[in-house]
């Protein structure tokens, strides 16, 4: 099958507060860029959609053990018994409809905002996610693609060993690309960054929507244009 025959489902999942931030630009070029050719997309903007990033009693219907939480016993309760809460549910029939998930979001702290990494401990559930011995290229992902597309308000130099944080961006995104995606099964893309774009005229913006326009009508799940993991 060709590339241009291929049609993928994408999941892209919005990590920011501000409707006309650079992150949501970068999210709406990719909307946009991969309907235009004839891909379907899903966006859960999580910030729009008021998703509640706290993991606790709330995410279940049911109760392995209504006295004592232990959320790995309790997600893995009913993910046999189909007892999640409805709004998270969804994510999570989401995650099991997409070929292509992207993660777009901007670098808070060297790691993810807050809303996203709960959006992680809630959707990646024991049973949903991983568990069972299901880890890596036997995850219950596998097959699918994950791409983080984050923006980063410095400068692209003080991000190496000789840089301010002493750590490439690979590195600082490792937890997430390897302990998380890769964990549960994703091919990791490479990332596509964006250093200061504050600080970018209107027309190197405009520059990088195009160059990531260009980038992700390139991804497909299984070609060899998917990088390895960061």
């Known amino acids: 099958m060709t590339q241009q025959s291929r049609k993928i489902r994408v999941l892209i999942v919005l990590a920011h507060p501000e409707p006309t931030s650079f992150n949501a630009a970068l999210a709406a070029e990719a909307t946009s860029a991969l309907q235009s050719a004839g891909h379907e997309v899903r966006v859960s903007d999580l910030h729009a959609m008021a998703f509640d990033p ?11 053990d209504p006295v004592r ?10 993910s ?9 549910q969804a994510e999570m029939d989401k995650l099991a409809w997409c070929d292509l998930v992207i993660f777009q979001f901007p670098l808070w702290w060297l790691g993810m905002p807050a809303i996203l990494k709960g959006w992680i401990d ?6 949903r996610a991983y568990g069972g011995g299901r880890w890596f290229a036997n995850g219950y992902f596998a097959g699918k693609t994950a791409m983080l597309s984050v923006r980063i308000g410095g400068a692209e130099a003080g991000y190496s060993s000789k840089g301010l944080y002493g750590r490439s961006v690979q590195d600082i995104l490792y937890p997430i690309s390897h302990g998380v995606l890769a964990f ?6 490479e990332p596509f960054i964006v250093h200061a774009p504050g600080r970018m005229t ?8 195009q160059n990531y326009r260009e980038r992700l009508l390139l991804l497909r799940p ?5 990088g390895k993991a960061a």
């Open 54 to 64: 706290v993991s606790d009693r709330r995410n279940f219907l049911t109760a392995a």
């Open 80 to 88: 046999r018994n189909d007892g999640f809460a409805p709004g998270l």
């Open 222 to 226: 299984g070609d060899e244009t998917i």
């Open 69 to 78: 939480f232990d959320q790995q016993a309790e997600e893995s309760f009913a």
């Open 122 to 127: 809630r959707v990646f559930a024991l049973g």
């Open 184 to 189: 549960t099964g994703f091919a990791v893309a």
């Open 202 to 209: 209107e027309a190197a913006r405009r520059e990088v929507l």
